[in-house]
């Protein structure tokens, strides 16, 4: 990718007035000028301003800052006056604001700074890799962690060169980890493989590495990743009778390697020792339980010497001491931990246990009282209360306690809650309401009631010590925002309606005279100060390179992205391979580096979901009928109408597919396949029996997150499993019908579902019933499903598996699952969660049967809405599972299409179109991925792979190499589809031929590797981009690795270590690439299609195969010879 200058184009700011230099008492001299111009976002956490050390610099930003308000509030002032000439503002300017401000600290009015500089370059912005760090850094301050992270992706994806990209892989695994995200370990294993990582952050990745293997349930790697051990899977394998001498040796390892260093070391440490002695206490898998206990004691005390204030290990201290009776102890843990910090709620319940233990029940009243106090939901607290108030004979206060501990429970979602707690409720107020009234009398009470206890000595203490602590921490959060928006985000700009709109991507103004008030009044101390002439403006905006970063450029030997304008080199797809070589060498010395690595184009900015359409649709609209068409002959289903049908709408389904050819079902059922291949492996979602339209948590709340759990077994087990499920099933109607009571319907006695919840479904008494589902059954060995696969070959042409009109069948390897069969074995309620198909490729399912299944579509041009629906829930569009709110997607004006597919009905997915599916009956499905040669397709499918790339999703089709088999193997006669594919070539064969020039530069000999036939692609193993023709090899946990560049470079910036293969001649790719033409047909496309689905089914041989790619446009054609409808199925 071409690199962009940053420096100005033009004058900066001129004025008829020119320099105003009787205002002036001191300037800036080239010196400051040189220093603040190589001031910008990367220098943050390096140049802290705020210490002793840098006030000269402080100094001098503030000066920088005054000086530029100034300027702007000149250039505010002149637009109100006639007769003064128009200042022009670099909007360089306001970035450079917002770079100072960041460093100052001042983050709302750096985010106002940024915010402004974003508006005035909307169409540009994301080409300053600075700025995107700088805002991504706000905006993680302020935790709009969903901004946040797009912005810190889109740095990665336009830059990955960029020097701080190991700061901002910590981030993001950081959002991901708040938001339960757990893919987010490859940003944190990404940035440990940085070569620029000093200790503390290394240390840092290391324990969040090992918390995220703690939540997971991965104890033993989370020890080994939380003492400093190495987070690689040899740990996870790490049995528990050997942890404890690994951990005290990597303990002791980082123990060596902090002594010497700072407070941030120390608490790193600090928090290290206290989450392995926790999991020595909590985790019986680590053994006997009184060494655990001992060694989660020592790893504690360890703790508290490295961080003496930390009141939460002195508090888990406590916790261990009272679970092995030293009461004392734990008592003393325990006041100690109060005093470090007193608005614990845990730890006041933990002191309320051990009185109660102690039978002091006055004691513990006022402990309890004090946690609910400062946690009015802790449900623990509340539940203890009750049992103190039940055991003292006062049941009156023991029911409010545990009420109030269920509304704490709903309010949390807390999973804690006694399961007895209820019924223990029902109990009581049932006894309550039968028992005769009792008189308000004081005597033989033992304690007393809530509303006294809460004004007893030691909680009205408590209560006020809350009140000045909440009053403190609002202090503190006042001055960390700033009243934004009221005070700092006018700054520059005019308040925002909501917290939303202060984020980038939202556009908002600025007034001169709001601006100039407020400036003039903030800076009347130093009204003689000077406005920067033109000249220093510009010296200022040149971005140089840091000094306090040149050390860290030098060992990557990365030149600056900014220093100066890149040029800019001109290739066209017209040119010849050779051409293009030469243009390339030439300029390779110029170009600092490979560049973004894009097979859509550098100038078109990063990938975004798509729009949705702006027409409003009605209500009928939004449920429209689903294209359907009968087929009754053979010859039906070899109609090239057919297919021009399917590929004109979102989603299609074909029925009666399987008995106008004539295919034999049979072959896939559950008995067939237990016949042939028993112990074949078949992979298993554990998941809750619900209705179709419905989707619930075991809270009972309405949700769009669809959780299973994964396990495998054998078709055999499989089977059996599906035969008692039915044949439960029809007891139970037996059982249902012989009682004669059920006045349910038919549905909710099948669902189970017969209770309504407090929104008015319905709900079962039992909750929802586990049901499995069997999915992913690979069916690509024709040697054992020889039969199967051969039935298949009866499909038309452009619905098979392999065809020469399939994209998918020149990928030249297998693809589970995409260009070779699946099968899924399903019960009643078994889900497909929602998703398009990989790289936006066609998908075809035909029904086995016996039973029904019942699908859900949205158009492909409104998939754009429903991520943004998975994302405000909380759910990752790629990485999630989820399961769609209808009425989420109509109030969203995203229409939904909605019917059956019955036993050999064929259901086509067209390119991009979201769907879920839910079995209704006991059937089988099989399913493949189709790539119709058409530019849509292709355009779709690369963009998605973009996409993906900015995710940082692993795209399981290699787009790259694909578009060079397609090159080799097939004749292009669409124009569109031939420029699509061409220019693929062309930018992948640029990257390659730059690449080459870039290893030879520091002296890595490459190798040529070559390919064997059914090879598969390659991907990195760090980030997971597709990486074709140049490999980058490093051995890691003995095992050789395959890299990309920019992972290669991250890790070593000369690439030592690293051995460089070379799969294609770089004459080969030219070749290629200048044979590749526009073909020129000499028979009609109808023609065509005619004597491609006549041609029998076959694999491809290894010659060149030629397909035609199929004319789309059915106002061309005539009138389909089968039966067509549109039809709410």
């Known amino acids: 990718m071409d690199q ?141 962690l969903t901004w946040s992270r797009r912005v810190f992706l889109e740095l990665l994806y336009l830059h990955p060169s960029f020097q701080c990209t190991a700061q901002v892989h910590i981030r993001l695994g950081i959002i991901s980890k708040l938001s339960g995200d757990f893919h987010g370990l490859v940003h944190f294993r990404i940035a440990l493989q940085t070569s620029s990582l000093d200790i503390s952050d290394k240390n840092r990745v290391l324990f969040h590495i090992a918390h995220l293997h703690e939540v997971t349930g991965k104890t033993n790697a989370a020890i080994h990743g939380g003492s400093g051990g190495s987070s690689s899977s040899p740990a996870t394998t790490t049995t528990a009778t050997t942890t404890t001498s690994s951990t005290s040796n990597n303990t002791q390892q980082t123990t060596n390697n902090s002594e010497d260093s700072s407070k941030t070391l120390a608490s790193i440490k600090a928090d290290a020792y206290r989450q392995i002695g926790w999991l020595y206490h909590s985790k019986e898998c680590l053994g006997e339980r009184t060494g655990r206990e001992s060694t989660a004691i020592q790893y504690l005390q360890k703790s508290i010497e490295a961080e003496p204030t930390s009141g939460q290990t002195l508090y888990l201290l406590g916790r261990c001491y009272a679970s092995i009776n030293k009461v004392h102890d734990a008592f003393l843990a325990y006041r100690n931990s109060v005093d470090k910090s007193e608005g614990n709620a845990d730890t006041w319940c933990s002191i309320g246990v051990l009185y109660q233990q102690q039978s002091q029940p006055l004691d513990a009243l006022q402990a309890y009282i004090c946690a609910v ?82 004004n007893l000595p030691i909680t009205a203490e408590m209560t006020a010590r809350q009140h000045n602590q909440q009053r403190q921490q609002q202090q503190v959060k006042d001055a960390r925002l700033g009243s934004i928006g009221i005070h700092d985000e006018n700054y520059y700009r005019v308040k925002e309606e909501s917290s939303e709109d202060r984020v980038v991507g939202h556009k908002s103004s600025i007034t001169a005279s709001n601006r100039a008030t407020h400036l003039n009044s903030s800076n009347s101390n130093n009204a003689k100060a000077t406005l920067m002439t033109p000249s220093d403006l510009e010296s200022l905006l040149k971005l140089g390179k840091p000094e306090i970063q040149r050390e860290y450029e030098k060992s990557m030997e990365i030149s600056s992205h900014l220093s100066e304008k890149q040029p800019i080199i001109e290739l066209s797809m017209k040119m010849s391979g050779h051409e293009l070589f030469e243009q390339c060498k030439r300029n390779v010395s110029e170009l600092n580096g490979i560049g973004n690595t894009s097979i859509v184009g550098d100038d078109l900015g990063p990938p975004r979901p798509p729009s949705p359409p702006t027409t409003r649709l009605t209500k009928e609209q939004l449920c429209p009928p689903t294209p359907s068409v009968y087929l009754e002959h053979k010859k039906d289903a070899f109609s090239p109408q057919l297919q021009e049908f399917c590929l004109e709408h979102p989603i299609a389904v074909v029925r009666g597919m399987a008995s106008a050819l004539k295919l034999d079902l049979g072959l896939f059922s559950t008995k067939t396949l237990v016949e042939a291949n028993p112990e074949h492996a078949v992979e298993v979602r554990t998941q809750l029996l619900q209705p179709s339209d419905e989707n619930w948590d075991l809270n009972g709340k309405s949700v769009w997150s669809c959780v299973s759990h994964r396990s495998h077994t054998t078709i055999a087990k499989y089977a059996a499993y599906q035969a008692t499920s039915f044949q439960d099933s029809v007891k139970e109607e037996e059982e249902k019908v012989s009682g004669g009571h059920n006045t349910n319907s038919d549905s909710d006695s099948k669902d189970g579902f017969n209770i309504r919840s407090s929104n008015g479904s319905k709900r079962s008494k039992r909750g929802p019933k586990q049901i499995r589902f069997g999915t992913n059954v690979d069916l690509s060995d024709d040697k054992k499903w020889r039969l199967q696969l051969q039935e ?11 065809s020469a009109g399939n994209m998918l069948t020149h990928v030249g390897h297998v693809i589970l699952g995409m260009n070779t069969v699946q099968l899924y074995m399903k019960v009643p309620g078994s889900r497909t969660p929602g998703h398009q198909e990989n790289n936006n490729f066609c998908s075809i399912n035909i029904n086995i049967g016996p039973g029904d299944c019942e699908w859900f579509a949205v158009p492909d041009a409104y998939w754009g809405c429903v991520q943004s629906l998975c994302e405000k829930n909380n759910i990752k569009y790629l990485h999630g599972s989820w399961w769609p709110n209808l009425q989420d997607l109509y109030d969203a004006g995203c229409p939904a299409y909605r019917f059956v597919q019955r036993p050999g009905d064929l259901v086509w997915v067209n390119s991009g179109c979201v769907h879920w599916v839910q079995a209704i009956g006991w059937c089988n499905n099989i399913a493949w991925n189709v790539g119709p040669l058409t530019a849509r397709q292709y355009q779709l499918a690369i963009d998605r792979y973009e996409w993906n790339k900015l995710e940082m999703f692993k795209s399981i089709v290699p787009m ?125 496309p109808i023609q065509q299609q005619l004597q491609q689905s006549s041609t029998p089914a076959s694999a491809p041989s290894s010659a060149a195969l030629q397909a035609q790619t199929q004319n789309n446009n059915v106002n061309n054609v005539q009138a389909p010879t089968f039966n067509t409808n549109v039809t709410a199925s």
């Open 4 to 144: 962009i200058a940053t420096t100005s184009s033009a004058t900066t700011a001129t004025s008829s007035s020119g320099t105003p230099s009787d205002k002036t008492n001191k300037s800036l001299t080239c010196q400051e000028l040189q220093l603040l111009s190589e001031m910008d976002s990367r220098q943050f956490g390096v140049l802290k301003l705020k210490e002793s050390e840098h006030s000269e610099k402080k100094k001098l930003v503030l000066r920088a800052i005054d000086h530029l308000e100034r300027l702007i509030v000149e250039a505010q002032d002149c637009e109100q006056d006639d007769d003064c000439k128009t200042l022009l503002i670099d909007p360089k300017t306001f970035c450079k604001l917002g770079h100072f401000h960041l460093l100052l600290e001042n983050y709302s009015k750096a985010h106002s700074a940024y915010q402004k500089f974003y508006n005035l370059k909307t169409d540009e912005y994301w080409k300053d890799p600075c700025f995107l760090y700088g805002s991504g850094l706000v905006l993680f301050h302020f935790n709009a």
């Open 373 to 454: 106090q400062l946690d009015k939901y802790h449900v623990a607290a509340w539940t203890n209360l009750g049992i103190l108030y039940e055991s003292a004979g006062q049941i009156k206060d023991a029911l409010a306690c545990y009420v109030n501990a269920g509304r704490g429970a709903k309010q949390t979602h807390d999973s804690w809650l006694n399961p007895n707690l209820l019924t223990r409720i029902r109990f009581i107020s049932n006894h309550m309401a039968h028992a005769p009234p009792q008189q308000n009398s004081t005597k033989g009470r033992q304690l007393p009631v809530i509303e006294e206890a809460w």
């Open 960 to 1084: 790259v190499h694909l578009t060079w088999n397609l090159a080799r193997n097939v004749l292009v006669s669409d124009p569109k589809l031939f420029e699509l594919i061409r220019s693929v070539l062309m930018r992948t064969l640029v990257q390659s031929i730059r690449m080459l020039e870039f290893v030879k530069c520091k002296n890595v000999e490459v190798r040529f590797h070559g390919r064997t036939k059914n090879d598969p692609s390659h991907y990195c193993g760090q980030c997971e981009v597709e990486v074709f023709n140049i490999l980058f090899i490093r051995e890691q946990e003995k095992r050789h690795v395959v890299h990309c560049v920019d992972c290669a470079r991250k890790q070593s910036s000369n690439l030592n270590g690293f051995v460089c293969l070379e799969e294609y001649k770089l004459q080969e790719l030219i070749s290629v690439y200048d044979n590749f033409k526009l073909y020129q047909p000499s028979t009609t």
């Open 792 to 802: 298949l070959t009866k499909l038309p042409a452009w619905a098979r598996v392999i």
